[in-house]
Nanobody, 126 residues
């Protein structure tokens, strides 16, 4: 079994920044990609950002492009999400997920992930 632990969520004012981190541990696991998704109250879970390790490629939802940056270390199975210029609409529970597949088409739709974290709350006040 693989465990994912997220950290770094919290309460921030609009315009502020937060950095989320996620570390995968457990049995030997080789990931091809790691991603961040989020779910706001009353809404479906949505894709936020994705990093594919090889070739190293990143993808972002249009709503966060230019404000969020995903980074990570494949060898350590860790991924971070730097969130700047936060808006109240970014309020959600943020989930880290890891995938053996590098199919960005499905991963950007929230499908194809093998393990998920428990989520960390991000609240942006206006």
């Amino acid at each position: 079994q693989v465990q994912l632990v997220e950290s770094g969520g919290g309460l921030v004012q609009a315009g502020g920044s937060l950095r989320l981190s996620c570390a995968a541990s457990g049995r030997a696991f080789s990931s091809a990609a790691m991603g961040w998704l989020r779910q706001a109250p009353g809404k479906e879970r949505e894709f936020v950002a994705l990093i594919i390790w090889s070739p190293r490629t990143t993808y972002y939802a249009d709503s966060v492009k230019g404000r969020f940056t995903i980074s990570g270390d494949n060898a350590k199975n860790v991924v971070d999400l730097q969130m700047n210029s936060l808006e109240p609409e970014d309020t959600a529970v943020y989930y880290c997920a890891v995938a053996r597949s590098s199919s960005s088409y499905y991963l950007k739709k929230g499908a194809g992930y093998d393990y998920w974290g428990q989520g960390t709350q991000v609240t942006v006040s206006s």
